[in-house]
């Protein structure tokens, strides 16, 4: 049963506009959620994470948003740009550091 | 945070054989994680490695399969053995950023096929 869901596997934004990804999750008990990036041939990298105390985070060009009674979040960049191309993932960290990933969303910001 | 440097980056084995793949992290961590990313799929951890002692898989993955060695804090192997077709994936390792972080490095991948 996927825990950690991203549904729309690909998005397809203007640069300079503002791109939207989003994930949901089923258990009300996560603490804390995370987003990666990741380029082809590259490992994930850490992005940003919020807190489950929390409804937003910001980090530059980078927010996440959290809705605890919808168990959604979303990760917003404003003004996209063509470097951010890249496939996201939002993950939850679990007891013991294993961490759940959401299938991911392939972003292209067309130039 | 941690840099995590792993090899091969990528390799094209025949079915029936082993590969190892290394990971080596430039500073000590107890903890050290392998995933897998099958072809169009998500990540999914397949163990976590411990120093001086075995490693614990999860559900779905056996060491048989997929031994791991952890023979000190800076380094573990994943060995996938017997490869068929379906093992052609990423392979990652990861530790933590940092204590008390949430967040987690990665390796950069071993990509895997099997012919």
């Known amino acids: 049963d996927q825990q950690v869901k991203q549904n729309s596997p690909s998005l397809s934004v203007q640069e300079g506009r503002i791109s939207i990804l989003n994930c949901d999750y089923t258990?009300?008990?996560?603490?804390?959620f995370l987003w990666y990036k990741k380029y082809p041939a590259e490992g994930p990298t850490f992005l940003i994470s919020?807190?489950?105390?929390?409804d937003k985070n910001e980090d530059g060009r980078f927010t996440v948003f959290l809705n605890k009674s919808a168990k959604h979040l979303s990760l917003h960049i404003v003004p996209s740009q063509p470097g951010d191309s890249a496939v996201y993932f939002c993950?939850?960290?679990?007891?013991?550091?294993?961490?759940?990933f959401g299938q991911g969303t392939e972003l292209s910001v067309k130039p | 945070s941690a840099v995590i440097s792993q090899k091969p980056s990528r390799d094209i084995c025949q079915r029936g054989t082993s590969l190892t793949i290394q990971c080596q992290v430039d500073?000590?961590?107890?903890?050290m994680f392998w995933y897998r990313q099958q072809p169009g799929q998500s990540l999914t951890l397949i163990a976590t490695?411990?120093?001086?002692?075995?490693?614990?898989?999860e559900s779905g993955f056996v060491i048989d399969k997929f031994p791991i060695s952890r023979p000190n804090l800076t380094f573990s192997t994943l060995t996938v053995s017997n490869m068929s077709p379906e093992d052609s994936s990423i392979y990652l390792c990861?530790?933590?950023?940092?204590?008390?972080?949430?967040?987690?490095?990665f390796g950069s991948g071993t990509r895997l096929t099997v012919v």
């Open positions: 990861s530790v933590a950023r940092d204590r008390g972080s949430y967040g987690y490095t």
């Open positions: 258990n009300s008990m996560f603490d804390y």
């Open positions: 919020i807190s489950s105390i929390k």
């Open positions: 993950a939850v960290p679990t007891q013991g550091g294993k961490l759940i």
């Open positions: 500073s000590q961590v107890t903890m």
């Open positions: 490695a411990n120093q001086g002692s075995e490693a614990t898989y």
